[in-house]
């Protein structure tokens, strides 16, 4: 392209911004190509086994936990970082010998607000010290051994992690009733369940426990799969979600929407008396909220996993498949939990293990079995509508941050106040 520069002072500087802007605009077309409709598997983290939980750092960083030797063509022991979209392991971040060495499985992560990083699952030892299902991190990967948990004799599978606002440690297990750990990892005696084989714990705002997994009895009463606890550990007699106990038949995971409701996932059919199949939306108090899409799964779908933006709409992973299309394994929901038909996702995508929703609103899916698929190699993002965050301040003594579009909903947010202007 050839252009001429006008003489002129005026109109030459008039000129060099008009070829600056058509320049800017040049690069900004070339660096920022048009957004990929959502569901769009945008690349991809390989993983030489499978993906059972994913966690967010504060940093975007990504922790994985699963059973594999290796991630992102580096030899690691099921639990890894990532390092945002460049999806590379995160050389800084050192487990020496990993989780219990393979094949063992880390099936919980959670990240406490120092930074250190909570696992847990069916490992004897992490970097060649004895941990027993369980364990702490310090922020570089390093085991902290000043954490020792307390876990009653009888613990075996951690199978899932949750930190209350105290930042006490609820520990769900296979066999035996959840504990409750104080945050140097010995055992909170004021907590007290008898609910038996949970698979996933969820804290309310208002500090009620809800537990899901396959079990039949709380006590002296009949609770199938899914109860609340008070924050003692004892039942919450106002809920009673009516799952009818069929064998084989699970909660797997739960979540909760800014409305209240509670978001249950899993492997069961029945849900009140009604015909629900893999998912289902409760109201406070365990009562059926009908879902047009859970009417459209084939036969034996199971949901591993739920996400929840700040739109309200609500990601699903793990083994299913939609009746009368190819779509299977991952979609999103509508708030009312109708299916999203804008969020397409590949159709040959593997079953999936964990979902998660990264910062800038792109959906992360971990394949949860070992068999290779062509279509996920291990951990995938997916496109998704971009997260907006606004932060205000009303008023000298508030703050306020509104999150939307594919933003993760957040149903907790720390502020730092300084009162010297510092950083």
């Known amino acids: 392209m050839h252009t001429t520069i006008p003489s002129s002072p005026r109109q030459k500087h008039r000129a060099l911004f008009r070829i600056a802007c058509g320049l800017l605009a040049s690069l900004l077309l070339t660096a920022c190509p048009p957004p990929q409709p959502p569901g769009t598997l945008e690349h991809q983290a390989s993983v030489s086994g499978s993906v059972a939980t994913i966690a967010l750092q504060p940093d975007e960083k990504i922790l994985v936990g699963g059973e594999f030797p290796s991630i992102a063509m580096r030899s690691v022991f099921n639990v890894a970082r990532l390092v945002g979209v460049e999806a590379e392991s995160d050389a800084l971040f050192q487990v020496g010998a990993g989780a219990g060495g393979y094949p063992n499985t880390v099936f919980a992560i959670a990240v406490q607000r120092d930074g250190k990083i909570l696992i847990g699952g069916n490992f004897g030892h992490i970097a060649g010290i004895p941990r027993p299902y369980f364990g702490r991190l310090n922020a ?7 954490f020792n948990s307390s876990l009653p004799p009888f613990a075996s599978t951690v199978t899932a992690i949750a930190i ?10 296979v066999t035996g009733a959840p504990v409750r750990l104080h945050t140097n990892g010995s055992l909170d005696p004021t907590f007290t369940s008898a609910v038996s084989n949970a698979g996933c714990t969820a804290v309310q705002q208002d500090g009620k426990i809800l537990v899901g997994g396959d079990f039949s009895t709380s006590g002296a009463a009949t609770r199938h799969n899914i109860a609340r606890l008070e924050a003692d ?3 919450d007699a106002t809920f009673d979600a009516g799952l009818d106990g069929t064998p084989n038949e699970r909660v797997d995971c739960i979540a909760f929407t800014k409305g209240g409701e509670i978001l249950i996932g899993g492997s069961f059919h029945t849900v009140g008396g009604q015909p629900q199949q893999a998912f289902a939306r409760l109201t406070p108090t365990g009562a059926l909220l009908a879902s047009a899409f859970s009417q459209t799964f084939d036969p034996n779908p199971s949901i591993s ?7 309200g709409k609500i990601i699903i992973g793990g083994k299913f498949s939609i009746l009368n299309t190819d779509r299977s394994n991952v979609v999103r929901l509508h708030p009312d939990g109708s299916r999203d038909l804008a969020f397409v996702a590949p159709a040959s995508l593997p079953p999936i293990g964990a979902v998660a ?9 971990g394949k949860r079995d070992f068999a290779f698929s062509s279509a996920l190699s291990g951990l995938g993002w997916l496109s998704n509508e971009p997260a907006s965050y606004i932060l205000t301040s009303p008023a000298s003594s508030q703050a306020e941050l509104l999150a939307s579009g594919g933003a993760p909903f957040f149903t907790e947010v720390h502020f730092e106040f300084s009162s ?3 950083t």
């Open 233 to 235: 550990g004892s039942l």
């Open 357 to 365: 929703l990264a910062k800038n609103g792109e959906v992360l899916a």
């Open 140 to 146: 570089n990967g390093s085991p902290d051994t000043a």
């Open 420 to 422: 010297d202007n510092s």
């Open 164 to 173: 209350q606002t105290d930042g006490k440690i609820l520990v769900a297990l």
């Open 305 to 311: 996993d739920i996400a929840v933006q700040s739109d």
